[in-house]
């Protein structure tokens, strides 16, 4: 099981900004792809964003143009920058681990979870 420490969320009116952070505990991320996943009160849990190996990224319809995520390899992290936050984008959030035979893509097994940080957006 894979550890991480996440970092910057919190409560923002909509229209807001944060930007959240992914830290691995006792690993080195840079061989692995890293998808946010973020699930609210009643709801499935869904994936986000996801950024290979490589650096290749995807995104949920629904933050596309809105959120964007990238890799500091040197820092050892992973962001999720998210503007425009809109009330729906409330949820806790989730960094996971890529494994399985695609464990560097975004098609990847992602069973290594993150311990999760609330965002709230509200007026």
């Known amino acids: 099981q894979l550890q991480f420490v996440h970092s910057g969320g919190g409560l923002v009116q909509p229209g807001g900004s944060l930007r959240l952070s992914c830290a691995p505990s006792g690993f080195t991320l840079d061989d692995y792809a890293i998808k946010w996943f973020r699930q609210a009160p009643g709801k499935e849990r869904e994936g986000v964003s996801c950024?290979?190996?490589?650096?290749?990224?995807d995104y949920a319809d629904s933050v596309k143009g809105r959120f964007t995520i990238s890799r500091d390899n040197a820092k050892n992290t992973v962001y999720l920058q998210m503007n425009s936050l809109k009330p729906e984008d409330t949820a806790v959030y989730y960094c996971a681990a890529g494994g399985g035979i695609n464990w560097y893509t975004c098609r990847a097994d992602f069973g290594s979870w993150g311990q999760g940080i609330q965002v709230t957006v509200s007026s």
């Open positions: 950024i290979s190996s490589g650096g290749s990224t």
